[in-house]
Every structure is written in C-alpha cells, then in structure tokens.
C-alpha cells in the first residue's frame, strides 16, 4: 500500500488513507512498537516522516526542487520504501533522485527517534504538571545564566531568578526541597519550574512534617513570608481539642526545626487563625505582647498601641514584624506607643528583644515566640 503527501500550503496530509499497518516486515513492526509504547499515532509518524523526506530532498537537490511546486511522497509501510513525485498539469513525475533511498532511510530514522524523544518528554513533562502544587527532592546540575538548572529526578527543571532565595547560595551538587510551581513554554519546549521562595514551599513542608495538617484536621489559613529571612503563618484547628499552634511546633519544637532545616535557618512564628480581626491583628504581631488593637473595616486600618517594652518586638527590624503582619491579617497596621508616640510599619526598629513576659505570648514555638 502507498502514502502519498501533497505539501502544498493547506494540502498537507489530506490524502493519507486512515487505515492500521499490519506488521509483517522490521520496518512496520519498529514503527507500530515506537507508536504503541510512546502512545502515538502510526500515522501521524508517518506523515511526518514524508515531510521530512521533503525537506531533505528540498536541502540536498535545490535544483530539483520548486517552491510553488507540489509533490507527493509514496512511502510503502512494510518496508518505507519512498519516491518522490511532482505533480505537473496532473501528472505525476517520478523526480527520486538515485541513491536517495539511503537518505530517506536515514530521515525515517532521525524522525521516529525525535519523536521518540518528543513524546518520552512530552509524558514526564505532563507527569510533573499533574504533581504541581507538591514539593520535589532535587539537585542543582548548572547554571544558565540567572536561571538554576535542577535535576527533580525523571527530568530537569528551572529555578529563574523570581524563584530563587536572596540570601541562598546555591552550588553544584547542592541538594534541596523545591516547590513544583508550573509548566513554562520556552524555546526548549514546556518546562518544569520550581521555586524556593514561593510561600506555598512552607505550607507543603509543614503538610509533610504535621500528619495533622497533612490530614486536614489543622489548616494553615494564611502565610506571609519574606523568602530567607522570615515567615508568619496562621493556623486553624477543624478538630476540637487539637491545639493548631502546639501541632505544627511538635513536641519540643522538632516538627518546626524540621522545616526551618529545609529553608536553611529562615524563622517561622505561629500564630492563632481568629476571625476577630483585632485578636487576630495583636496575635499576628508576636512575639509583642500587651497590645490594644482597634480596627478601622472601611479604611483597613488597625491602630495598635504598645507598651514601650514591646514597640521594638511590634515593629520589628526594619518593620518587618510589622509588615507581615500586614500581610497576614491584610490590614495597614498604624504602631503608637502607650506614650501617644506613633511608628509607621515601614519605620526601622533594633533587633527583636525577648518578650518580658512571655506567659502574655499568643504563641510559643521558643521563648521569644520566633523559631
């Protein structure tokens, strides 16, 4: 049986016959094993197969070849023998040029292995899509540019600059935690993305390490992280008697020094999930304690007053205790002092001091509330 192709613009593959290649030589039976393992289409192989003899009748014989032209491939499907043909005035010319059969058995060749190729990444590639949103044990192959190159096991992955961790230096070899993050479309073709900034590696991390977060009995409700330095998260028990704060912390703070080991030292405090936004506001300040919250809904503002004791705690280096607060509770958090003093959150504040009374401390994970 003979397959033909027209590769006229619009014409391409119209006049391939959609009927099963019996297998009764080695050609037949290599291509309907490649089709059947990769899950493709015989077909499609063989369509492409003859518009790669094409063009590589069009590269080697340009004198031959026209470009408003139209040619048909005859490939036979047992043996892949082919022959090319012009079509002139509706007349069919043999134009095969002698010794091209060694060179479209080469094509055929080169074809059926890209497409091995193509469909063997296209399968992992769609395999890792399916397990976005998880975390993904890796290590870091090279460097392409501002872009780390990883390798998660069945394929590689790109880390882009976005992704990456300001304070971490990553290096050959170095083995890592990696969120799945997304598929990327680029000009290698689809590519996976991981990520070590994304605030979601904290949330699969503590899934991984709480069984009751894992089995939904503790729900981690909302995570501010600056990446590398320190992350606030609040949790939420589904479950009477279960404490949401003491599951994550674990017995003698093992189950949260297991996560702050994957993120290289960066600090977690632990707060209560409230639905009154005011004890949700003072919680999301800790370690700071003693404070007054008052809330302003219409403007999402929360005016907070703190002991002099505990500004510093409240606002934090640089406001950052303060800023993910802001974040947490998704409230513009206004920090006076008992004096009337007021300090914005972006105002810089000295190092976090231990709280004087840690018994008023929402949350513990140590003594200072920061892990």
């Given at each position: ?75 036979d499907s047992q ?190 405090d632990i707060v ?100």
């Amino acid at each position: 049986m003979l397959w033909k192709i027209d590769l006229k613009p619009g014409k391409i593959g119209q006049h391939m016959a959609k009927v099963a290649i019996s297998s009764r030589t080695e050609f037949a039976s290599a291509l309907n094993q490649v089709a059947h393992e990769r899950n493709l289409d015989p077909q499609v192989v063989l369509d492409t197969i003859k518009q790669a003899i094409i063009a590589a009748f069009r590269k080697d014989h340009p004198d031959k070849y026209h470009e408003d032209g139209v040619y048909e491939v005859d490939m036979d499907s047992q043996t892949g023998e082919a022959a090319i043909f012009e079509l002139i005035d509706g007349q069919k010319t043999n134009i095969t040029p002698p010794g091209f059969g060694r060179i479209a058995a080469q094509t055929a060749k080169q074809v059926i292995m890209q497409k091995i190729r193509e469909a063997e990444k296209g399968a992992i590639v769609a395999e890792y899509e399916r397990r976005l949103g998880t975390l993904a044990n890796g290590m870091v192959l090279r460097f392409a540019g501002s872009d780390v190159i990883v390798d998660i096991g069945k394929t590689e992955a790109v880390m882009p600059p976005q992704e990456q961790v300001y304070s971490e230096s990553y290096r050959v070899n170095q083995r890592l935690v990696f969120y799945l993050d997304s598929i990327r479309d680029s000009l290698r073709g689809r590519e996976v993305i991981v990520s070590r900034a994304n605030p979601n590696l904290i949330r699969e991390l503590f899934k991984r390490e709480v069984p009751e977060v894992a089995a939904g009995s503790v729900e981690i409700k909302v995570i501010a992280r600056d990446p590398g330095s320190r992350t606030k998260i609040a949790v939420y028990s589904h479950q009477s008697g279960v404490d949401p704060v003491g599951s994550c912390v674990g017995q003698k703070g093992v189950r949260v020094q297991a996560v702050i080991g994957e993120l290289n030292g960066e600090k977690i405090d632990i707060v209560q999930y409230s639905d009154d936004p005011e004890k949700f506001v003072s919680m999301a300040l800790a370690p700071a304690a003693g404070l007054v919250v008052k809330i302003n809904v219409q403007k999402q503002i929360a005016e907070v007053t703190a002991p002099a004791d505990q500004l510093s705690l409240a606002i934090g280096r640089e406001g950052q205790n303060a800023k993910l607060a802001g974040k947490l509770t998704g409230f513009h958090i206004d920090i006076k002092s008992e004096k009337g003093t007021s300090e914005h959150k972006e105002a810089a504040a000295p190092t976090d001091q231990p709280n004087t009374d840690p018994s008023q401390n929402p949350v513990s994970a140590t003594q200072d509330n920061t892990v």
